[in-house]
């Protein structure tokens, strides 16, 4: 079995999905529906079988290096610049195929039925499998330089599936920004490449990283610059300070795109990749403190945000912006494991937040307002019960949820390790309680009080069993990594520890490590409770504040999330086109111009002269016979 | 110099020529189908004469090869002098496969004055081949020359509404631009034969010849003073071909105004003279000049791709727009060529080609809906994705292509650029790399505009979708933008010997620390003395 499992080709993982977009884009338009459903379902559910049997040979029979590598075609191949199309499967990458594919499996099971009634169904599954193929090479690949591939793949995906219904403008326009966003940060990754490989000689993420560990001082410039220009990468996909404005209008896509794309894979590429590449940002101190900066500073900016949205999918994208905030603060203090193990709870817990979410909004005929919901509690009690689950993961209610071991760890660092601080720990803590506001509005507003919303279809089986896979993950799925004082399981750290070396730890005191957990749980219920008392108790209360002159400025600068649209529309947009607008009519044009102009100039003021009247020839005669002679006397 | 197959490389070159003679006098003005099947075998069989070349060269072999030499103004020296390197193969078959893309797509889109077209479009194509083909400098300018006359029709007779004014300002452009070449040709060729007493000038005394092979041998030991000259002569002349900022303004106009096969030739072949032009001569005759240049090169470069790209923000009109981003590509490839190192000119290289494949694909899919609406405006458009779903997909894998998504064919030769830009300086790779962001930013933005958003104009619910012909135009360079951007080896491969020889003399004129292609070492202070890191010498 192991042997057989072993055997497997890993290019199969990404080829299944991509060969599922090639048939669907080529004759999918010509398919029934059913069709359509079963290749674009069926290429990820294959995806899934195969990576679940590379994980029986990985775990099975552990490869002596650690990695399993895979070679295709040499993709470049110029002088000293090679770049082979290989594939290589270690625990770090091992985790993220096996979350995109069955979270993705999932998400496009759920899409058969969500997405049924659009025309344009092909095409939906089409770049669904296309993104799910360029996330896998994204992960597996075994160069920088093909990772880029995946990355800007996926970036493409993207943008075909949130202008996916192109026909209202403000989606092209917000799958435009999230493309062009995102861009701006793949330069700076660009960048690093460059930087890289004028150094290291090579792409290879191995070679690469096991030159800089031999090679550069910590703290030395270049090791700097490049865990910098990395991160403008990550902060770019990840959408975290200062790139995360795509985020929110990248909700216009189908929600089930929401789900996958902007919640649980392609939005944690950067944590990923600042994971792929710790080498580099251990050599970084600097570039280490900022991404924990970046991190702290996001989630609570996102969770502040989150708390006033009223469109249920915003919500949800502050909230991941949040999450992805808590993993970014988990790399900077050097807990990429557990950095890892929240992107793949959150990865659950968000992708359920998300379909619960879609399951609402097409029950109530696309309605997304949260106070045009309420009460549904007892209309949709799978999708109710579901979505307790995940919120509660969200919100990382103690003992139960996976989110509570995954931040557990995460904040258990910021205190602890070498480069964290009380500081980072507080911004933590404190964006626990935001979190558990936010998550238990939403609960509260939408599925209590008064029944709001006409519910026209209850959601069918297609939509059912995927929320309930993924909210009996959103549970266990924390179990495989458990505190010291409660069990303490580490079957998740132990994988990943060939790959990504544990957080430094100083102040290691078990002690600390309990009571901490105690303050952080007690934040947690405290904040659930605070939503159950504003917004079930006495809704007056908000009001209220939202009716203050301070609340509703407050409330106004958080909805538009502190107004960085606006920001960046004024410094880079308008002058940006106020310059492209000057030049339209390419004012060097006028050089070439000028030139014709002085010649027609000359040409009509030379044929004045040519006027046919003799006493002007004459004139000239007498003049140039004048001037003649006095050259000759005179010289 | 490998005479074997010079027969194939002169029938490829000459079959279009006589093909159009053929039909001037063979068949009548009146007999379109008939005009049209002939031009269409003709490019067809070209293309297909072509392919060999591909195959038969070696890149061991000698640097020039399918070569013929015959005398023919013996009193000045110039001789018939053809061959070819795996670069200008790889631009032979790029104009092949435009020609006759170029004569299949406009079956439709002529609908006058048939005859004479297709002769000038296949007159043409004989012109551009005979450049790459010419090792000899009269040769090379009288091709050089000749390529002019069909395009100037071309744009003047079958233009749009401006066409008399955009034929007139390409052919004096781009004549002021040869005649300074031809000086600078002169200068060369008196240099190395007798020298020119009326300037002052002596010379090596050699057998005068206009043999660029032979030219090449002399290079180093042209004075720097008058290799300044000389450049600045040549510089003109490709400059403008280019185009290069500040020259560029003939291009949008020509553009704009000619028929679309027109502008695909124009863009996909004509503007890489001037880079051929550079590579072939400017580099390996004038290794000083070349090394001083760099900086104002580079310069006028980083101009283009940013103003390029700023001007094709602001365009109202889908082709002024796609040629304006042509200044901003073309820039990328100076850029790269100027960087003087292994993977700059690598890159350029296969850009010249990529730039060939995409935006001679840009003009053919504005072409395609300019013959159905007679309307450029990028505002008549909107949401035709929905009536014209092909062509929305067709336009999406081009545009991807040209703003240099992986997986196709632009982001390689983009990446290469970059780090041949960026070994040379970061500064260079900065500017070149926001010039990727600009580019995403006006290409997503054009397409957003036409495809996405409510079908709104009552004349583009009716539009039709590509039919067959149209899309087998398209089909062939969307092939060629995934094979490159997939599998470039054979591409580079046959370009290998090329850019050794090119950077083997310009070696010569270049500091030590310029040299070649950094890797497998570091620059840091210390680690700087592993010494394989230096190649290309």
């Known amino acids: ?284 101190p600097t570039a280490m403190t900022t991404v924990a900066a970046v991190g702290a500073a996001t989630l609570l900016l996102a969770g502040c945000s989150a708390l006033v949205q009223t469109d249920i999918k915003r919500v949800l994208a502050y909230s991941t912006i949040s999450q992805i905030g808590y993993m970014f603060l988990g790399l900077g203090v050097g807990a990429w494991s557990a950095a890892v193990f929240h992107l793949m709870t959150h990865a659950f817990f968000k992708a359920l937040l998300f379909l619960g979410a879609g399951a609402v909004i097409i029950s109530l005929h696309h309605e997304q307002d949260i106070f045009k919901m309420g009460g549904l509690r007892r209309r949709l009690p799978g999708v109710f019960w579901t979505f307790l689950i995940g919120s509660a993961s969200l919100a990382a209610l103690p003992l139960v949820t996976a989110g509570f071991y995954s931040k557990d760890l995460i904040l258990w660092a910021a205190w602890s390790s070498d480069s964290g601080s009380p500081w980072l720990w507080a911004a933590g803590a404190g964006g626990a309680l935001l979190t558990a506001v936010y998550a238990f509005r939403l609960v509260f507003i939408v599925f209590f009080g008064d029944e709001r919303g006409h519910v026209e279809r209850r959601p069918g089986l297609l939509i059912l069993v995927p929320l309930t896979v993924l909210a009996v993950l959103s549970v266990v799925g924390g179990f495989v990594e458990t505190p010291s004082a409660l069990g303490h399981v580490s079957f998740f750290f132990d994988l990943l520890d060939p790959v990504l070396p544990p957080a430094h730890a100083t102040v290691a005191g078990h002690g600390t490590e309990v009571l901490l957990q105690t303050v952080v749980a007690a934040i947690t219920l405290l904040g659930v409770g605070l939503a159950f008392f504003l917004y079930v108790r006495r809704p007056a209360i908000p009001a209220a504040v939202k009716a203050s002159p301070l609340g509703a400025w407050l409330c106004g600068l958080w909805l538009s999330g502190w107004g960085f649209d606006t920001l960046y529309d004024r410094i880079f947009v308008r002058p940006f086109v106020a310059v492209a607008g000057l030049l339209r009519a390419d004012p060097l044009d006028e050089i070439s111009s000028s030139v014709a102009r002085v010649i027609a100039a000359g040409n009509s003021a030379l044929s004045r002269t040519q006027d046919g009247r003799v006493r002007t020839y004459a004139f000239g005669i007498g003049l140039g016979a004048v001037i003649a002679v006095a050259v000759v006397v005179l010289t | 110099m490998d005479t074997q197959y010079g027969w194939l490389l002169n029938l490829i070159c000459y079959l279009p020529l006589a093909g159009a003679l053929l039909m001037v006098f063979f068949i009548k003005n009146e007999n379109v189908g008939a005009i049209k099947t002939a031009a269409a075998i003709i490019a067809g069989v070209d293309f297909v004469l072509s392919l060999p070349l591909w195959f038969l060269y070696r890149t061991d072999g000698a640097e020039f090869q399918f070569a013929s030499r015959a005398e023919w103004i013996t009193s000045v020296g110039a001789q018939y002098l053809f061959g070819v390197d795996g670069f200008a193969i790889l631009l032979i078959l790029l104009t092949t496969l435009l020609g006759f893309i170029s004569v299949y797509s406009s079956f439709t889109a002529i609908t006058h004055r048939e005859k004479e077209y297709y002769v000038f479009l296949l007159m043409l194509q004989t012109g551009m081949m005979g450049v790459f083909c010419s090792l000899d400098f009269v040769l090379f300018y009288v091709f050089w020359e000749v390529m002019l006359v069909p395009m100037y029709f071309l744009i003047g007779v079958w233009g749009g509404p401006r066409k008399l004014y955009a034929a007139i300002k390409f052919f004096l452009y781009t004549l002021v631009g040869s005649v300074l070449m031809l000086v600078g040709i002169l200068a060369l060729y008196f240099y190395n034969a007798g020298g020119l007493k009326a300037i002052g000038l002596a010379g090596l005394g050699n057998t005068p010849t206009f043999s660029i092979p032979h030219l090449y041998t002399i290079a180093p030991q042209v004075p720097p003073e008058l290799q300044f000259w000389i450049f600045l002569a040549f510089f003109v002349g490709f400059a403008i071909k280019v185009p290069m900022f500040p020259f560029h303004t003939w291009l949008p106009d020509a553009h704009v105004e000619a028929p679309t096969a027109g502008s695909v030739i124009l863009a996909g072949v004509l503007l890489k003279m001037g880079t051929y032009g550079f590579v072939r001569l400017s580099l390996p005759l004038l290794p000083d000049a070349t090394v001083k240049a760099v900086p104002w090169i580079g310069v006028l470069s980083i101009v283009a791709i940013v103003y390029g790209a700023l001007v094709a923000m602001a365009q109202k009109d889908m082709k002024k727009l796609v040629a304006y981003s042509s200044v901003s590509h073309m820039g990328f490839i100076m850029l790269g060529m100027f960087a003087l190192n292994d993977p700059g000119l690598r890159g350029a290289i296969l850009q010249m080609l990529n730039h060939g494949v995409s935006t001679g694909a840009l003009f053919l899919l504005v072409g395609i809906v300019y013959e159905r609406r007679h309307n450029r405006l990028i505002s008549e458009y909107g949401g035709i994705a929905k009536v014209m779903p092909v062509y929305a997909t067709f336009f999406l894998i081009i545009t991807m292509s040209s703003i240099g998504l992986p997986t196709l064919n632009g982001f390689i030769g983009e990446f290469l650029i970059l780090i041949g830009a960026f070994n040379h300086s970061w500064v260079w790779a900065l500017f070149a790399a926001s010039g990727i962001v600009l580019g995403a930013a006006y290409m997503l933005w054009l397409y957003q505009r036409v495809f996405f958003g409510e079908l709104a104009n009552e004349k583009n619910k009716s539009l039709k979708d590509l039919n067959l012909r149209e899309q087998w135009t398209i089909i062939p360079l969307i092939f060629l933008a995934f094979w490159i951007g997939l599998y470039p080896k054979p591409f580079f491969d046959r370009m290998q010997p090329t850019v050794d020889r090119v950077m083997e003399r310009v070696s010569v004129a270049l500091p030590e620390t310029d040299l070649g292609f950094v890797s497998g070492g570091d620059t840091d202070a210390d680690h700087a003395e592993e010494p394989e890191s230096k190649h290309g010498e």
């Open chain 1, 1 to 284: 079995m192991i042997d057989v499992c072993r055997s497997l080709p890993i290019w199969l993982i990404p080829a299944l999905p991509a060969a599922g977009f090639v048939v669907l884009a080529l004759v999918g338009a010509r398919f029934p529906r059913r069709w359509v459903a079963i290749v674009g379902a069926g290429s990820v559910g294959a995806a899934a079988a195969a990576t679940l049997c590379t994980a029986i040979g990985f775990l099975g029979r552990p490869p002596e290096t650690g990695v399993i590598e895979e070679r295709l075609w040499s993709w470049i191949d110029v002088g000293s610049f090679e770049i082979g199309f290989n594939l290589a499967v270690d625990a770090l990458s091992l985790v993220m195929i096996f979350v995109v594919t069955f979270v993705g499996f999932l998400i496009h099971v759920y899409s058969t039925e969500y997405m049924a009634d659009d025309s344009a169904y092909s095409r939906f599954f089409a770049c669904m499998n296309l993104f799910v193929a360029f996330m896998l090479m994204l992960v597996l690949a075994d160069s920088l330089f093909l990772l880029y591939l995946g990355w800007e793949g996926v970036g493409l995906c993207s943008y075909l599936l949130i202008g996916f219904w192109y026909s209202d403008p403000a989606n092209g326009a917000a799958a435009r920004k999230a493309f062009i966003v995102t861009r701006v940060g793949d330069t700076a990754f660009a960048i690093a490449l460059l930087l890289l490989y004028k150094h290291a000689g090579t792409l290879d993420i191995q070679a690469a990283m096991a030159w800089a560990a031999d090679n550069w001082a910590v703290g030395s410039g270049i090791a700097v610059a490049v865990a910098l220009l990395l991160l403008g990468g990550a902060v770019g996909k990840s959408a975290q300070l200062p790139l995360q404005v795509w985020l929110p209008d990248a909700m216009a896509g189908p929600t089930p795109v929401s789900a996958l794309i902007h919640a649980a894979t392609m939005v944690t590429a950067g944590v990923y990749l600042i994971a792929r590449t710790h080498v580099v940002f251990e050599l970084a």
